[in-house]
């Protein structure tokens, strides 16, 4: 089974509106975390936001807040006032207990287009 | 944040030829670095983990005498492809794992693609 889901190989939004990016993960350990990174063209991984599986609040920093509904093993990334500047891959990442080694977990990403 | 410096960021190499790429933390000690690979408009596969001091754990069907990793130093592992052959061309990402009091995150290197004629 897949770690993890992202279910939207491609968005787009309007610029200055608010975007959701999904993402769905698979675990069954009590302790884990997951990410989102963004991937611009030029192929640098840009580390967005974390969420901690103990974590009570949803992650927020900046334009970028991560709802994270633990029952349903979702983690979407909300993105809100969309510049062009947020046009990029988008991949919802995990990482698992311990015992792992600290591997992460990538989903296929989704690639997000802002119109003007 | 913490930075992951990566050398080159783009190498066009003949086939048969062995190309080297460094991965470095700058301003931080990183006990485990991974590499991953990724393809055009495609995930990052994990390759290997990379641990200071001992040998590299690789990924279910990654061949380790093609891909050989070495992470002689807590600031520095590479990823030396041996004998390269055009299906190897790829975009190579390394990271480096930074040891937070909460959790561990993730830095990523800029990548080095890598053409293999």
């Known amino acids: 089974a897949q770690k993890i889901t992202q279910t939207q190989p491609g968005m787009f939004v309007q610029e200055k509106e608010a975007v959701t990016l999904d993402c769905t993960y698979d675990?069954?350990?009590?302790?884990?975390?997951l990410f989102w990174y963004k991937q611009p063209s030029s192929g640098e991984m840009i580390f967005l936001i974390y969420q901690g599986s103990y974590d009570e609040q949803n992650a927020t920093e900046g334009r970028y807040s991560l709802n994270f509904q633990k029952a349903r093993k979702s983690a979407n990334l909300v993105i809100s006032a969309s510049q062009l500047g947020d046009s990029a891959m988008y991949f919802c990442a995990m990482r698992e207990g311990v015992a792992t080694g600290n591997q992460f977990y990538f989903g296929t990403g989704t690639s997000l287009t802002v119109i003007p | 944040g913490a930075v992951v410096s990566q050398h080159p960021s783009r190498v066009i190499c003949k086939s048969g030829t062995s190309v080297k790429i460094e991965c470095r933390s700058l301003?931080?000690?990183?006990?485990?670095m991974f590499w991953y690979r990724q393809f055009p408009k495609k995930s990052l596969m994990l390759m290997a983990t990379s641990n200071e001091g001992s040998k590299a754990t690789y990924e279910q069907g990654v061949e380790k005498d093609k891909f050989l990793i070495n992470h002689a130093s807590l600031t520095l592992s590479t990823l030396t492809v041996t004998s390269a052959h055009p299906e190897d061309s790829s975009f190579y990402i390394c990271s480096a794992i930074l040891r937070l009091a909460s959790y561990n995150e993730q830095f990523f290197g800029p990548g080095t693609r890598l053409t293999v004629l």
């Open positions: 675990t069954s350990d009590q302790s884990y975390g």
């Open positions: 301003d931080f000690q990183a006990t485990t």
